[in-house]
């Protein structure tokens, strides 16, 4: 590590209204080190990489680069500067109606030295020689990226900011939507960079990545400096400087010993969309079952079956004892099964809309007599879903925009609870979400579901252990495994996850 920092932000502050989102945060960024940052959902830790990318120009405090005084007007002057961000959102990192080849060399595409002639083979040329560097060149260049994967979008973002070469490269979140083998090569290709000189800002609530990779950790608490750790780093620290001391795991107590379980889904012989392979699964009242696989391993499929998006091949589907015929989503709420979908940007928020709207749209018919909304009744019970699962807001009027990755996460969540369900289906709920958060839903899930039951699909072990009660393992759309949590063997877990 140099002794002088390549980049000094000191005392930022930042205030929305009568919210201070920032108050006198200090953070030097040296070359050749990965800097991790940790908060809570809320601490304040996407306020702080807007402005140091130049999303935000109205701030107070200084930004140093090489010891000299900068003020960003815009995005574009930061990038100037060589600061160069990877948002948390996927979609705002990608051009809608663009091919993969120009979502790859969009930098190229616009840039002022482009040639007025737009020349495919060119740019489709430059895509593959970006894409290599992230292991990404079998992509289809020609395809429309609306077509491709969640994990393949967040790679191509990823490697166009790789191709810059910039001098500060902030990935906020970037594993939440890629694999472990995805993960791995760029944890690989960050580590090069590092050699290169390159400084990088890590943002994650995944800690043991955190562990793994990072120099230093910045931690917020609350819009203010929390802490700094240096190597080596334990995640107990880590969660003790985000959070206190906290027990974050909400272990298993379902009593499998009980004779008398009531059977609220059961699976017979169900074959999805894009599987050879018939699903049998019974999930029971009160019990959370945890859905594991790598990506394409059918959980998605799966889910979207249940809630209507997709159609089921054949087999059957049997909802308190009695066989269902879901033919679309609508149909699916009045049976009682919510999801939260997977892509919260794209299928889960509406942008414009209040916190209080996010909450109770499905829902209107309930609050309302006579096709008149009773407003008062609405606002009541999205304030109790705010209060109960710790929504960090101004109030229930904000807008859903206003909040954090992590806090926009538990209001879709909050919307699906809302009212009596048998079945709460959650696609990938954590991702973006920290560790004490991940606690609050948990702890919510186990108290609003003992006459229900939750499918709750993720790609992550821990995060599965720290919930359910049991875990179903699939693999390229085959059950392969079912295992109650404290029971589980979980190198066996992981060589069923992982099974070619």
Known sequence: MQNKPLIRAVNISKTFGATKALSDVSFDFYNSEIFAMVGANGAGKSTFIKILCGFYPDYEGEIYINDELVKFKSPRDAYEAGIQVVHQSIEQGIVQNMSVA?????????SPEASFVYNKEDIETKAIEIAKKMGIEYLDMKQNIQDIKQSEKQMITIARALATKPKLLILDEPTSSISDKEAEVLFETLFRLKEEGVSILYISHYLHEIKRIADRVGVIRDGKYGDL???PLEVSTIVQAMVGDIETSVPSSYDYETQDKKLIL???????????????????EGEIAGLIGLIGAGKTELAETLFGIRQPISGEILL???????????????????????NRAVNA??????????ITLPFLDYFSKKAILQKDKEINSANNMIKNMGIKCESYLAGIGSLSGGNQQKVVVARWLLMEHNIIILDEPFQGVDIKSRKDINTYLRETTKHSSVLLISSDIDELMDVSDKIIVMNKGKVLSEEKTLQIDRDK??????QE
Do not use: C, F, R, W
């Open 320 to 342: 308190n004892g009695k066989s269902i015929d879901i033919k679309n989503i609508h149909q699916a709420i009045k049976n009682g099964i919510h999801m939260v979908p997977e």
């Open 493 to 498: 877990l992981l060589s069923l996850i992982t």
């Open 102 to 110: 120009e979502n790859l060399a969009l930098e190229q595409i616009v």
């Open 266 to 284: 059961e699976l017979k012989d169900l074959l999805v969309e894009g599987s050879n392979h018939p699903i049998n699964i019974k999930i029971y």
């Open 229 to 231: 750790l240096h190597k």
């Open 349 to 358: 928020i509406l942008p414009e809309e209040s916190i209080k709207d996010n």
